[in-house]
């Protein structure tokens, strides 16, 4: 019963174009979503996140698309750069309860030169 | 503050040996998250304390799995009777509230043979 789904394991994008991350949810109660980026041998680190108030959030190269109606979030990362190369877990949570953080599986991104 | 640190970050033991883990988390963060990452999947809840009460355990926590934290500071992850299937990252996560996301350490990766 995965509540966050990231179907694409892999995706590899040339540096300095767009990447897209995306991540489907089955739970519509969800009212927040975060991203984390992890490298090998560390542990995942927050990279940003939305409430279900609103459908785009923005924080420098990084962008988060919430689509409620679809239960859909994509992740956009422009530009590209080498050092976004690493897995990117999208992650749902109930904020209006406090509750746990339930994360995908995952979608290794590799930047190519 | 150095952030959330985890030891050891490298264990391995015989099947049938008990391990304990540490984890010390920021020193202002009242909640203390244990996840679990296999490979391919994304981290998967096991626990949570709000300073010294534990407030949740996911049926992925058998009885041959404890977890404490006295005192609401550190905390400690102890499996009993190890298992192959145990073996896999471990994942300590500390915050103020959910809505915050989570600052996690590096894990400790158990090795059962």
């Known amino acids: 019963d995965q509540q966050v789904k990231q179907n694409s394991p892999s995706l590899s994008v040339q540096e300095g174009r767009i990447s897209i991350l995306n991540c489907d949810y089955t739970?519509?109660?969800?009212?927040?979503f975060l991203w984390y980026k992890k490298y090998p041998a560390e542990g995942p680190t927050f990279l940003i996140s939305?409430?279900?108030?609103?459908d785009k959030n923005e924080d420098g190269r990084f962008t988060v698309f919430l689509n409620k109606s679809a239960k859909h979030l994509s992740l956009h990362i422009v530009p590209s750069q080498p050092g976004d190369s690493a897995v990117y877990f999208c992650a749902a949570t109930f904020m209006n309860r406090d509750d746990k953080i339930i994360f995908g599986k995952g979608t290794r991104l590799h930047i190519l030169p | 503050d150095t952030g959330v640190s985890q030891n050891p970050r490298h264990k391995i033991t015989k099947r049938g040996q008990n391990v304990t883990f540490r984890c010390d988390p920021i020193?202002?963060?009242?909640?203390l998250y244990w996840y679990r990452q296999t490979l391919g999947q994304g981290p998967e809840f096991l626990t949570y304390?709000?300073?010294?009460?534990?407030?949740?355990k996911s049926r992925l926590l058998s009885d041959r799995f404890s977890a404490e934290r006295p005192k609401g500071s550190f905390s400690t992850l102890e499996i009993q009777r190890t298992e192959q299937g145990d073996s896999a990252m471990y994942l300590c996560a500390s915050s103020l509230f959910v809505g915050y996301g989570y600052t996690f350490g590096s894990g400790t990766r158990l090795t059962v043979v």
């Open positions: 939305i409430s279900s108030i609103k």
């Open positions: 739970n519509s109660m969800f009212d927040y």
């Open positions: 304390f709000q300073n010294e009460a534990q407030l949740e």
């Open positions: 020193s202002e963060h009242n909640r």
